[in-house]
Structures are given as structure tokens and as C-alpha cells.
């Protein structure tokens, strides 16, 4: 069973004017591995992919969650290598972040390539500039629903699921006229099809 992955993430207190930081737990990357059993036999599990797709805030509104982007950002990676390894699944791992822009730092690579040091995932998490949070969101779930739709087209007999993982504060003020309706919406027709969206963060009612 792929097992999933304890984020810890600081929850701005949206009630509170000061935004008081406070922590939460998130659970990610929820992917069922397949065993098939008959009587006392167990038969070797369906060769499995997962691809995960993940998109972080490094806006200048994220300075108030602290060193935990990063750390969360990198106990991410690590827990994907070792679920993928004790599971033997394939994980198809994409990082990218975003504040006035977007930012593709890995694209579809075996997640085992992916080396990051503690210092270098805070690095790339440091909080600057405005947010493009819809947009960038929107396009990180169009892509991983065509990476699932293909991956399951090209290996029939293979389980593969697919992972979206948004960090966020939930604030946006750089993607034009989407709204988190269009969010919401992009949500529902990736669960529909079958892949988890998981979210930490602050203001997740808009999705």
C-alpha cells in the first residue's frame, strides 16, 4: 500500500485580523497499491505509477507560515521516495512553484532523481512578490489529468493514479479574471476521474 505522508503546515487563522499562525496536520499521497488474493495465495501486485503533481506557494503573504513550507516541502520528497520504495511504485514526481509568476523546477521525472537538500527546498520556497494561485493551479490540474489519461492509455495492465498537492495561504491577486470557482470546477473533474487532490493551507473552502 502506498502509505501516505504527514505534512505539518501552519493554518492562518482567517477569523483573526493578525493572521495568527497555527499548526495543522495534512495527510498526502493516498495511493492504494493492488494485491490480488486467492485463499492462502497471494499473487504479485499489479505493477503501479504514481504521478504526482505538486504546486507551492512561495508568495510574500506565505512569510507568515515560518520555516514549515520548506520543511514540509522536503519531508514531501522524502516520504515519496520511501513509500515508492517500500511499495515498489513507479513515482512520476512535478514540482513547481509560483508568486507573480510560475515556476516548473522538475516535470515528470522518477522521483529517485529528485535531490534536494533541506537548505535548497527553503530556498526555494522563500517567500517573495504577489500570488498566481488560480491560474497556476488551474494548469498544474489540466496537465495532470492529460500525464493520467496517457500513462493509462500506454499501460493498460498497470494501476496508475494521479496526485495533485497544493500548498497555499488561499490568497491570489495575479490570475486575471479565474476566481476559485474555476478552481473548484478543475477540482471536481480531476476527482471525477479518479485523482486525489489534497490541499493544506489556509481559506480551502474555495476548493
Request: glycine share 4%; proline share 3%.
Amino acid at each position: 500500500m502506498y502509505s501516505p505522508t504527514t505534512l505539518t503546515l501552519y493554518l492562518s487563522n482567517q477569523t483573526q485580523s493578525n493572521m495568527s499562525a497555527q499548526p495543522i496536520n495534512k495527510k498526502l499521497s493516498c495511493i492504494d497499491a493492488v494485491k490480488r488474493r486467492r485463499g492462502n495465495s497471494v499473487r504479485p501486485a499489479v505493477p503501479s505509477t504514481a504521478i504526482v503533481r505538486s504546486c507551492r506557494d512561495r508568495s510574500a503573504s506565505m512569510s507568515s507560515y515560518g520555516a514549515t513550507s520548506g520543511a514540509a516541502l522536503y519531508e514531501s520528497i522524502e516520504g515519496h521516495k520511501k513509500n515508492s520504495k517500500d511499495n515498489n511504485t513507479r513515482v512520476i514526481y512535478s514540482l513547481t512553484t509560483f508568486d507573480t509568476t510560475a515556476q516548473i523546477h522538475y516535470d515528470s521525472v522518477d522521483i529517485h532523481s529528485v535531490t534536494m537538500s533541506q537548505t535548497e527546498a527553503d530556498e526555494i520556497v522563500r517567500p517573495q512578490n504577489m500570488t498566481r494561485l488560480f491560474a497556476t493551479a488551474i494548469e498544474e490540474i489540466a496537465k495532470l489529468r492529460r500525464s493520467v489519461k496517457e500513462a493509462k492509455a500506454a499501460n493498460p495492465n498497470e494501476k496508475v493514479v494521479g496526485v495533485f498537492e497544493l500548498h497555499t495561504d488561499g490568497m491570489d491577486n495575479q490570475s486575471g479574471a479565474l476566481t476559485s470557482r474555476d478552481l473548484n470546477s478543475a477540482v471536481t473533474a480531476a476527482r471525477n476521474e479518479g485523482i486525489t487532490c489534497i490541499f493544506a493551507g489556509a481559506n480551502q473552502d474555495a476548493v
